[in-house]
């Protein structure tokens, strides 16, 4: 059962801004930072947001994240067809002897 | 630029033990954690646990007493083993690459394609 708690669905037109929310608790997101990974079906997820709103290269700034207290946050602004996928936030979780805990996942729909 | 590719066999009967390896080509498994991560179908990721390049290793607790992950510098790889396996541990299993940061803080960054098991007899 996961600890990071995301909606099962968003959805938007092309061009459209579509936000996705992650729930955590102080032992994850709320003390150490959030990474968000996107899946499309049948593939390998890919790293998009690292350190709450950092982008790897190659990755459109039409992505960004944010991080508030015990939540985090992905934003896709300007949606296109290629951005329909499942999207996963995670974090490290101090609880126990620590260890890295993934969201429930949010699949995006390009209407 | 790296690349991960996972190998090992497809089918595995309950009870026995799922054995899985992933090769780093391309680049070296020095300086880096390496983490195992699996996928049921049709639900969400989980992470197993890492290794680093060095033999440390962390463990998901509910899987601590059945997972064993292992390195191989001289290879380029990095092993898992999990233990009496039953058909809840048939998934899709990645490796995966991350920088070494507290808490895992930049994320995984490189992922292998993925392998599938199916645990039935």
């Known amino acids: 059962q996961s600890v990071l708690t995301q909606p099962p669905s968003a959805s938007g037109t092309p061009g459209q801004r579509v936000t996705i929310s992650c729930s955590g608790s102080?032992?994850?997101?709320?003390?150490?930072?959030a990474s968000w990974y996107q899946q499309v079906p049948g593939t390998a997820p890919k790293l998009l947001i690292y350190?709450?709103?950092q982008r790897p290269s190659g990755v459109p700034d039409r992505f960004s994240g944010s991080k508030s207290g015990t939540s985090a946050s992905l934003a896709i602004s300007g949606l296109q067809s290629e951005d329909e996928a499942d999207y996963y936030c995670a974090a490290w979780d101090d609880s126990l002897s620590g260890l890295y805990v993934f969201g429930t996942g949010t699949e995006v729909t390009v209407l | 630029q790296v690349h991960l590719q996972e190998s090992g066999p497809g089918l595995v009967k309950p009870s026995e033990t799922l054995s899985l390896t992933c090769t780093v080509s391309g680049g070296s498994i020095s300086n880096y954690f390496w983490s195992w991560i699996r996928q049921p179908p049709g639900k969400g990721l989980e992470w197993i646990g890492y290794i680093h390049y060095t033999g440390t290793t962390n463990y998901k607790p509910s899987l601590e007493s059945r997972v064993t992950i292992s390195v191989d510098t001289s290879k380029n790889q990095f092993s898992v083993k999990l233990s009496s396996v039953t058909a809840a541990d048939t998934a899709v299993y990645y490796c995966?690459?991350?920088?070494?940061?507290?808490?895992?803080?930049?994320?995984?960054?490189?992922w292998g394609q993925g392998t599938t098991v199916t645990v039935s007899s």
């Open positions: 350190s709450n709103n």
């Open positions: 995966a690459r991350h920088r070494e940061v507290p808490a895992f803080a930049h994320g995984m960054d490189v």
């Open positions: 102080s032992s994850n997101i709320g003390s150490n930072t």
